[in-house]
């Protein structure tokens, strides 16, 4: 079964944020030494290859706009408010994907939303 689009983004928001996290680790030359941090940087690019290739082209392009302003490009949504800027009532422009998922984006911050409950 197809992956939903919004899976896809979180899955490649958290991808983005591990390799950054091996980026800015410091011990990552000691790991490097035991032959370790190299393949984990290998099967994250592997993977982040994996999911951009799953998801729709508009969708990336949108998504790696927002990704330039903010580290984390989703935000949940809960009770109506948006946890990115905590504006209430956020949903604005919607893009339905070519799979007709519709993905909803902050009216004001932007960013991607995902119902938290
Ligand atoms: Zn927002």
């Given at each position: 079964m197809q992956e939903s689009q919004l899976r896809l983004l979180?899955?490649?928001?958290?991808l983005?944020?591990?390799?950054?996290?091996?980026?800015?680790?410091q011990v990552v030359e000691q790991y490097e030494e035991m032959g370790f941090a190299f393949d984990r940087k290998e099967r994250i690019e592997e993977s982040i290859k994996e999911v951009t290739e799953q998801l729709d082209q508009e969708l990336y392009q949108r998504f790696l706009q927002i990704a330039k302003k903010y580290?984390?490009?989703?935000?949940?949504?809960?009770n109506g408010v948006c946890y990115?800027?905590?504006?209430?009532?956020?949903?604005?422009?919607?893009?339905?994907?070519?799979?007709?998922d519709i993905i909803e984006f902050c009216n004001h911050c932007g960013r991607?939303?995902?119902?938290a409950g």
């Amino acid at each position: 079964m197809q992956e939903s689009q919004l899976r896809l983004l979180m899955f490649l928001q958290d991808l983005l944020s591990l390799k950054k996290e091996i980026q800015d680790f410091q011990v990552v030359e000691q790991y490097e030494e035991m032959g370790f941090a190299f393949d984990r940087k290998e099967r994250i690019e592997e993977s982040i290859k994996e999911v951009t290739e799953q998801l729709d082209q508009e969708l990336y392009q949108r998504f790696l706009q927002i990704a330039k302003k903010y580290d984390r490009p989703l935000a949940p949504v809960k009770n109506g408010v948006c946890y990115g800027c905590f504006v209430s009532a956020p949903t604005g422009s919607k893009l339905v994907t070519q799979n007709k998922d519709i993905i909803e984006f902050c009216n004001h911050c932007g960013r991607i939303l995902y119902r938290a409950g």
